[in-house]
């Protein structure tokens, strides 16, 4: 079993339309990251969060420590946020090494 | 503000060469990582350094190897490229925010083609 697991891999929508991707992990105490690789390969981190919500523009990301469950939300999907969302869970406590997912594709049409 | 600078952006290597990725930041950030992803992985932590002198193996640090002398610079050494160091390698940088960190800064990557 991955460490951290995203789900879906791949999520195809209109423009327009609520996302969401979904984190699980097994490891880490402290905080989750949520990422975006833009097409050309660049990485953007987006939050990092270890309570309740954050919020930036159109992204919310939510996270339950207990559960060890975080989702990404996108709210008037647009085909600019087609990207990668990758999560990222610390596997110490110092949050220093991050365990990544293999990251959810999504593609917005317009 | 440069952020985090990568370099190169592209190298093709032969079997047995070395070559040193170069990472240089101006956030002065302390905290300095090495990644790599493969294609379909999740990004890999090779090494890094929560300061100047001090560095630590990640999760698949054999074949390479790194160094701090700086705050600006962690430079990733290859000594004997193989097959299997081909990637996509990222530098990332984090603020200590007391007992917690910040988010990581990336840099925009060296895609690395050993043949």
């Known amino acids: 079993k991955n460490e951290v697991e995203q789900s879906p891999q791949n999520l195809t929508a209109q423009e327009g339309e609520f996302i969401t991707i979904n984190c699980s992990y097994s490891?880490?105490?402290?905080?989750l990251h949520w990422l975006q690789q833009h097409p050309g390969g660049g990485i953007v981190s987006l939050f990092m969060l270890s309570s309740g919500k954050k919020k930036h523009g159109r992204l919310i990301a939510t996270i339950n420590i207990q559960e060890k469950h975080s989702s990404l939300h996108i709210t008037a999907s647009h085909p600019r946020d087609s990207a990668v969302y990758i999560c990222a869970a610390p596997s110490n406590f110092g949050n220093e090494k991050l365990t990544f997912g293999t990251g959810t594709r999504l593609t917005i049409i317009p | 503000n440069a952020g985090v600078t990568q370099t190169p952006k592209f190298r093709i290597l032969k079997i047995g060469q070395s070559m040193t990725l170069q990472c240089t930041q101006d956030m002065n950030h302390n905290y300095m990582y090495w990644y790599r992803q493969d294609p379909g992985m999740g990004l890999k932590l090779i090494y890094y350094s929560v300061g100047a002198g001090i560095t630590d193996k990640g999760e698949v640090p054999n074949g390479y190897n790194v160094s701090r002398s700086t705050t600006e610079d962690f430079p990733l050494r290859l000594e004997l490229a193989a097959p299997s160091q081909t990637s996509v390698y990222f530098c990332?940088?984090?603020?200590?925010?007391?007992?917690?960190?910040?988010?990581?800064?990336f840099g925009p990557g060296t895609r690395l083609l050993v043949l």
């Open positions: 490891v880490g105490i402290s905080a």
């Open positions: 990332a940088t984090q603020r200590p925010q007391g007992g917690r960190r910040e988010t990581q800064y």
